[in-house]
Nanobody, 125 residues
């Protein structure tokens, strides 16, 4: 069973950058897809970014494309989300997740069965 712990959230001003990290323990992540999602107040969970641990092409949600970048650190068994040009509407709880083995629709939250506890990101105007 893998456990995920997010870190790096906080309060920043609009235009700033933050880097979120998700540390995985319990098993290595080879052959899995990992992703970041967020949930803004009153809204449904939103897909942000995903990539397979092999390092193949990453996919991004339209609202963050060009501003956020997903990456992974094999040695540390972590997946990161670099967030640039933050906006007040990026305020949310951010979650990392690991997909079920063999998942294909890795932009779909229903493909993910392991989630972190979330980290709050607040962007002030």
């Amino acid at each position: 069973q893998v456990q995920l712990v997010e870190s790096g959230g906080g309060l920043v001003q609009a235009g700033a950058s933050l880097r979120l990290s998700c540390a995985a323990s319990g098993r290595t992540l080879s052959n899995y897809a990992m992703a970041w999602f967020r949930q803004r107040p009153g809204l449904e969970r939103e897909f942000l970014a995903t990539m397979r641990w092999s390092g193949s092409t990453a996919y991004y949600g339209d609202s963050v494309k060009g501003r956020f970048t997903i990456s992974r650190d094999i040695a540390k068994n972590t997946v990161n989300l670099q967030m640039n040009s933050l906006r007040p509407e990026d305020t949310a709880v951010y979650y990392c997740a690991v997909a079920r083995p063999g998942s294909i629709r890795i932009w779909d939250g229903r493909e993910y069965d392991t989630w972190g506890q979330g980290t709050q990101v607040t962007v002030s105007s």
